[in-house]
């Protein structure tokens, strides 16, 4: 399949760049069925889009290249610049289905730390198809990228989307939300990453040995959904609910004092984020959000601690 009429001229800035912003995501709720044929686990999920945001700016080159600044730029495991980089496979899908040369220098500015549970990878993902789309002049409606963004990996869609959203098949069919308020949140970001497949893999063997809930047990997104639609704080603090975090707190046993150091410094709750390792914690608002950053980051429980508010929008055109 490609798309009918592809080309024209892209929409680039003076210098000749786009850029596109994406942001971070939590799972406000995530309850995770059993391991499907295809290796994956059906799932619902409640995501709200947080205002931590990587930005991505592309600029017409020959062949494809990618470079990473930013959080997960050097150290011993470095977020990758080939093709392993969600950003590259995301340019030559794009490419492919409108019938032009993936040709592209992608550069990623990363805010969100790697291997976080927030979904940094995805963000970039979806913000370079948006970034390169205007670019090429590909004209692709929301709809193709969001198909486009489906097949790059599960948290794509969402990335694109933004807002807040209810999740099914293994994340990538959407439902949006409506949101009344903001939610303030501190992200406690841990010393170093958790692979998600690890994660998945642990659940599935606690729940072999019989050590975590499968179906009964597992977070449900109604309470989630009624507390975001009207309720105050403590309403969705008594609502989150996460089933990979046992499976985190498994692989990463440090993790138990930070979700406690979290509440104890005055969170409503906290709860893993995705497969971990950050920590959300929910605040009653703004201040009460900032006051706790600052006792967690004065504390040394995590590498860095951030304060951020959602829902925000999905990947979006800037300047
Ligand atoms: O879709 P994505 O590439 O982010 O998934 C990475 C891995 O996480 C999958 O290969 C799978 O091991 C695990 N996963 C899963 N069930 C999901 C989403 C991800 O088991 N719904």
């Known amino acids: 399949m490609s798309w009918s009429s592809p080309g024209g001229p892209g929409h680039t800035r003076g210098d000749g760049t ?3 912003h994406a942001p971070a995501k939590v799972n406000v709720s995530l309850a995770v069925g059993p391991l499907r044929p295809d290796g994956f686990h059906g799932l619902q999920t409640v995501y709200l889009a947080v205002s ?11 062949g494809l290249s990618v470079t990473v600044t ?20 995301a340019a030559e899908l794009l490419a492919e289905q409108a019938g032009v040369a993936a040709e592209a220098a992608i550069a990623v500015d990363k805010a969100i730390p790697a291997a976080a549970g927030l979904a940094g990878g995805s963000a970039d993902a979806a913000a370079a198809l948006v970034a390169l789309d205007a670019l090429w002049g590909t004209r692709a409606t929301r709809g193709d990228l969001t198909a ?11 990335g694109l989307a933004g807002g ?16 009344r308020r903001q939610w303030h949140w501190v992200l406690g970001v841990a010393e170093g990453g958790l692979s998600t497949p690890a994660v998945y893999a642990e659940l599935d063997r606690l729940r072999a040995a019989g050590r975590a809930p499968e179906g009964e047990g597992t977070p449900s997104p109604e309470p989630v959904l009624a507390a975001l639609r009207s309720g105050p704080p403590r309403a969705l603090a008594a609502a989150l609910g996460n089933d990979l975090q046992a499976a985190a707190v498994s692989l990463r046993p440090a993790l138990r ?25 929910l605040a009653q608002d703004e201040d009460a959000a900032v006051r706790l950053a600052a006792v967690l980051a004065g504390e040394g429980v995590f590498r860095t601690v951030r304060v951020v508010h959602g829902p925000v929008p999905g990947a979006r055109l800037v300047g």
């Open 18 to 20: 786009v850029t596109a």
């Open 52 to 62: 931590l945001l990587d930005t991505v700016t592309v600029r017409r080159g020959e």
């Open 70 to 89: 930013g959080e997960g730029a050097g150290g011993p495991d470095p977020v990758p610049t080939d093709r392993r980089n969600l950003v590259w496979q």
């Open 148 to 158: 486009l963004a489906a097949r790059l990996g599960s948290d794509v869609p969402f």
């Open 164 to 179: 807040v959203a209810l999740g099914s098949g293994r994340g990538e069919q959407l439902t949006p939300v409506l949101a």
């Open 257 to 281: 004092r930070a979700l406690r150091a979290a509440t104890d410094a005055g969170a409503l709750a906290s709860l893993v984020s995705g497969s971990g390792p950050t920590v959300a914690a």
